[in-house]
């Protein structure tokens, strides 16, 4: 990073003058404004020249690892390729201009669109019916969970209030369960990677609203015991919540609603190639059965006798999950993205990806532990296991030093069920030369274990920042620039 | 390994017994397994405490843990140095780094307290 | 080749997936199976391989000519003129926040859980953490989430929390786009909602402290309340005072921490971020440091890395999902990145300066409007002491109001006739030049005589 000055502050740079923008002209006569009492005596705020400010923002982007700069194989994030169109088509006028609270008449075309998105949802996951409302996956959760307590309720059967999630979840959806009220009950996975029948079994009963399971897993595997699972819960009275991060290994390959489920989410910000954004924003579609489409979020879109489309709120709705209609900017791009592939596209996205990610389980399970070898789905979790008992190095050393190597960590945080866990995507949009030298890399970084282990334990070397004090900045928090590290030494 | 004149629970507390008042704290292994500690939450002295309930929490960088006491009574004492410093516990968690002073009220709550050798086989087992 | 397995690939080709199928056929050879379909037998048999009903691949050059005719069919702001906000608002957008929000490096990142390659993100977030304390003059700001609505929503929830009861009320007229999402995400909390005016609860002193009192500043129909009665409600008791406000509004005005607020929120929309329907949005949270640890939502800070070099990380993940699961003090993951970076470079280009000035203009031209629009008969300026925002009732309905507009091009404010009879939310911003104002006015005098 040649540019010693990119860690410099707006504030720091702000100088009294400094003009980053033009003002418009006042072409009305002046007001009186309000008594200055009642008006705010100072706003903090940068003086900075445009110019600075592009180079700025320019520069500390540079420090950021992109999806578009290289391989970034996140498990359950699907950090695939997000295709340039899509950006384009969000940005025309007519999608990027318009008011969410115009008069339904004047936004036929934004609702024709999204009409259209529910119903490929719809099809993809063998459900009834659609709301794209909810903003991200995790709200599609609560969304879910919502719905499941509400239809209980309908029901009048007041006594189901524990959900069963299995331990390999994703933090989100126990944090989603406990936001609808619900009591958890974890479950294990068994040694193949499956859900314990057993234990599921043993947990089952009148009390149980349903379960939450991610098809494929977590652990990248595909519950061979799928159809019992959804036996017990089913024949008790529960509901199945399907939740669809990892979609992009079963799009045309299973219909979660023909196999069971009556309510599965998607992240289009995962599967859809709604950008990433370096944390959002995202959207969860909820896709339902018949079962629940009554109490779906407002609102969902309808088409009347002569085709004109309007905002309605299903009879029994659990109510809005934001102010407006969801995230339409990620709506576009997600039904773009679809067009540009249609049917056999959207087929192939499955087998590509899951190609990738079996390849990468051949190559690389004699070099790190692989907990359960079998075919996997669409990502793949190793284990560091066997190398930090030989060598004292873990898994954060590994993807700390596959830093200096130009690429992403994969997934570490989960799932928790996997000790030394790495959870790697490759995702259909790499080239099988791209993880050949993943595989190398990998393989390198492993023998380095062995004889240089200290390359691994202070990694990354190249970076802006070497490895950063977390506990220092969770005792000690500095959260803004009127409190900052120089100041209080 | 671990100091002798404690006693310990399963949820790997230790308590220093002086005469009525227990000093308690939380062991050199569970402070390993959380790593960093960058928070203590504890309750206001005068707050009754019963034995293998939770009556705080302490954070590290990656993880959240409640913290049990062994023993039943009223707290009269808390560490305050912790709010500030809590990296005492993972320097010193058997000394400088105790969380709170309790009055005791049961006696025989003792007899579900393990002894340093107890309390070291029972980490070994793998709890 | 004689004797060579035949091995199954699916033949199509598309741009975003390298591998051709002579390529695939060969990874399929080192892993083992004959086609890609032995890859998919964890799936029960019955269930596999279903039909996908879905219209063709469609290229480029197609999907762009189709996709435009059916953005054409809608009535495009700038095409017409607007006055619509109602809680999200036009305002002007430099160029250099859409070319800097569309670098592959902020766009194509993800979450900054390894923090040595994310600090481009990490330093955005600290810099937008920091602007939202200055805008709302509040201690502690987190990295944003979904929007407004939301946010207000969370805010509830966290008073709930520190304050360990369920009680909330409402005070005022806040919107009910906010109040339906509150309504939504605590529906399973056990929190009772109740609804009250200001004068009412302070005159009240029988009734026990809820948890928090919620209000709106500017309210929903653009009405700024007496700040002095504001610090009344906050000093009553213990509740937790729950602001929603409006970012060009704080740019200019008393901020809430003069009335004691302990939260903040607000839609981060009309700074730097378009319309587009409704979304994607940023909504803002600021609060009093002694709350931290409840806050929901990802926080950065700032630390030094083995080189005492300064570097950012996400801190306090303890309250989050990925760490305590059900404890956590939200669900929130996936929030509003590239949309609050979107914020904070609107903040930084108009700068001090500029945002007091924009305000001030907004000021200027509703106030102008406003006064205009109550001198048509028929016409009544229903907000005393507004912004930019403020409620007309009409002479008529107010849906054959607007249709009239829009057959003039115009479109006209948000129907507010569930609070005021014929009453319209019109918004002024400087996107809102004098000759589309005058051009409202002369429509608008046409109206009585429909």
Redesign the interface.
Known sequence: MKNSNV?K???DR?IEG????T??S??????T??NK????EN??????S?NE??R???S??????????NF?P?GS?T?????K?N????G????????????I??????L??MFDLQN?LA??T?MSGTSLAP?????A??AG??MI?AYHRNREDFKRKKVIIPDSA???N?????????E?ISIPTDTNGNTDLEALKNVVDASTAGLMLTQPSTLG????N??EVVKIINSNGGLIYGDGANLNA??????PG??GFDVVHS?L?KTFTQ?????????GAIMVSDKLIDFL??PIVTKDKIDKFDLSKPQKS?????????????LVRAY?Y????????????S??A???A??L???LKDTLDLPYD??C?HEVVFSAKTIKEKYGVNALDI??RL?DYDI??PT???PLTVEEALLVEPT?????ETLDEFIETVKTICEEAKTNPNLLH?A?HN?????????????N??????N???EAN | MYPENLKYSEEHEWLLKNNGIATIGITSFAVESL?????IELPQTGTEITQFSTFGEV????AASEIYSPISGKIIEINEKLETE??LLNNSPYEDGWLIKVEISDNSEFKKLMTAKEYESFVNAGS | MPGAKKIM??E?Q?T????TPK??K???S???VDS?K???????EK????E???????S?LD??N???K??????????YS?F?G???Y?H?I?S?VK??T????????????????????L?????F???V???T?ME??N??M?????SAAEAVLMACRVNKKLKVEIVGTV?P??T??I???T????IEISYNNIETILQNNNDEAPACYVIQQPNFLGE?SD?GQLKLLSNKNNALLIVISEPMF??????PSYYNADIVVA?GQPFGV?????????GLFACKKDY?RQLPG??????????N?????L????R?????????T??????????A?MST?Y????????????S??C???S??AA?KINNLPGFELQTN?FFKEFAISCPIPVKEV?EYL?ENKI?GG?DVSDFIKNGMLLAIT?MN???E?DNLITLLSQVKTL
């Open positions: 860690r502050l707006l504030m702000s400094k003009v980053g923008a003002m418009p006042i072409d009305v006569p002046l007001q404004l309000p009492k009642f008006l705010r706003l903090a705020m940068p003086e900075v445009e400010i592009v700025y923002f320019s500390i982007s540079q420090m950021n690892f992109s999806i578009d700069h970034y996140l994030c950090m695939k390729y997000n295709p169109l950006d384009d088509i969000a025309f006028p007519g999608f990027n201009e318009i008011h969410p609270l115009q008069n008449d004047t936004i036929q075309g934004a024709e669109i490929i099809e993809i063998g903003m991200a996956g995790a709200e959760e609560l969970m919502l307590r994703h933090g989100t126990p944090a989603s369960a406990v936001m609808a009220g619900f958890v595997l595909f519950d061979t799928i159809l079963i799009l045309g390959k299973v219909k023909e196999i992240n910000h950008p990433h954004g370096g944390g959002g924003p995202g959207a979020p407002d659990i109510g809005k999950m934001g102010a407006f209609h969801g995230n339409f900017g990620a773009s679809i067009r540009t592939l249609g049917k056999e596209g959207i087929n192939n996205i087998e590509d899951v190609i990738n079996n390849y389980r051949i190559k079998r075919i789905s993807a700390k830093i992403h960590p570490m945080y989960f259909e949009t790499e080239s099988k202070n990354p970076t802006p920042n070497t490895r950063l004090n977390e506990a220092l900045a969770a005792r928090p500095k959260l803004n620039w009127r900052t590290i120089e | 790593g960093d500690i960058v928070f954070e590290s960088v990656k809590p990296e | 690939v699916n199509y598309s975003y997936s390298p591998n390529i695939k060969q990874m399929l080192d892993i083992g890609y032995n890859l998919f037998s964890d799936i029960p269930y596999r391989f279903p996908l009903n879905l219209p063709a691949p469609t480029e999907l762009k189709e996709l435009s059916i953005a054409n069919k809608n009535s495009t702001p700038g095409d607007s619509l109602a809680g999200a036009r002007f430099p250099v070319q800097i569309s670098r592959s490096e902020f766009m194509t990142s993800y979450t900054p859980y390894q923090p040595e390659v994310s600090q481009g993100t330093q955005a977030h600290f810099e953490q920091s602007m304390c200055e805008l003059d502690v700001a990295a944003g979904y929007d407004g609505a939301t919107s786009l906010y339906d999402v309504t939504t995400l529906q399973a909390t056990g700024i700040p704080l740019s200019m005005y008393q901020t839609e378009s319309l587009a329907y409704g979304g994607p949005y940023a931290i990802r926080i950065v800070g700032e630390t030094i890395d083995s080189k070099k300064k570097g950012y990380v801190t306090l993940q303890t989050e999902q990925h760490i305590k699961r059900e404890r956590a939200s669900n929130i993951c996936t929030s509003v990145g590239l949309i970076l470079v903040m930084a280009l108009q700068g001090k300066k500029g945002l007091k000035y924009l001030e203009l000021y200027h031209k106030h102008y006064a002491n607007n829009h479109i948000y400087e030049s004098k000759e104002i």
